[in-house]
């Protein structure tokens, strides 16, 4: 929902001479575009908690046009405390103030109590700070492609104008402004998604599989063989598992969360195929 923000939010600040800099792995969709326009690209690794490194990304801010963090983390579910985050910002804006900071909080409804918060108040008060969110995830709106960012005006001026958002949809613009509303809904989906998430993470840590703690509607096991080899086993059981992320997709597999009853049937095919 979210896409036409993060590629022009690329076109925009990047450029050969002003690099993207991008935890990886992690959402990729802004590393393709700066890999499009040729524009200089930077790719750290995750930390040992399979979190993004802050400090590193800090690090890699002299001369870069855009700094990607993706809060909670797609595909490792991992997250950053508001404190942390905030430290992160003003070291950037401090050492490098021509420097973006774009925070993807596509997953933030999924998160555990306390385990964040928006940084919202972080781009009200830095002009080079910008958050974007979709109504893909918690709010189910998927197939209608819908997104916004929060940024300052002369910021967000900027994206708009470096590439074409196309169209909203009347139909579109009318869920997503309902979907903001319905409070209800998105308690009741981080509800029960934490309980399917808490046991589909304990299936697998029964099995002896290690598991990162998540806050998204996913989760990202270390399955000590290639996600290609179990994703073809699923698949001959009928459960389909998503796509590679590269560079741990040897070892390390993203699952989706479904419903209740999709992962209870998930769970025993795993349960075969990596017996």
């Not at 993470?201 to 998204?216: I, L, N, P, Q």
């Not at 040897?250 to 209870?264: A, D, N, P, W």
């Amino acid at each position: 929902g979210s896409t036409p923000l993060l590629q022009g939010s690329v076109r925009a600040f990047c450029s050969a001479d002003k690099k993207f800099v991008t935890p990886m792995p992690t959402y990729s969709t802004s590393l393709n575009t700066a890999r499009q326009i040729n524009a200089a690209t930077v790719e750290l690794p995750l930390d040992s908690s399979m979190g993004v490194n802050l400090r590193d990304l800090a690090d890699h801010a002299d001369g870069a046009g855009l700094l990607y963090l993706c809060n909670p983390n797609n595909p490792t579910g991992t997250v950053h405390s508001p404190q942390a985050v905030e430290d992160f910002v003003r070291r950037v804006m401090r050492e490098n103030p021509d420097t973006m900071i774009h925070i993807d909080e596509a997953y933030i409804n999924y998160t555990k109590a306390g385990a964040m918060e928006t940084a919202v108040p972080l781009a009200m008060e830095f002009e080079n700070v910008f958050i974007t969110r979709s109504f893909s995830k918690a709010h189910g709106l998927a197939g209608l492609r819908i997104g916004y960012a929060l940024g300052q005006e002369q910021t967000l001026a900027k994206i708009r104008n470096a590439w074409g958002m196309g169209d909203v949809n009347m139909l579109g613009a009318i869920a997503a402004l309902t979907a903001l509303e319905d409070k209800e809904h998105l308690a009741w989906e981080a509800q029960e998604n934490g309980e399917i998430r808490d046991m589909v993470v304990g299936t697998f840590r029964e099995m002896g599989f290690e598991v990162g703690d998540s806050h998204t509607n996913h989760i990202f096991v270390n399955l000590r063989r290639p996600a290609r080899e179990f994703r073809e086993a699923c698949l001959q059981h009928k459960i389909l598992v998503g796509r590679d992320f590269p560079p741990m997709e040897k070892t390390h597999c993203r699952i989706s969360l479904g419903s209740r009853e999709q992962m209870e049937t998930a769970v025993e095919v795993f349960r075969k195929v990596l017996a």
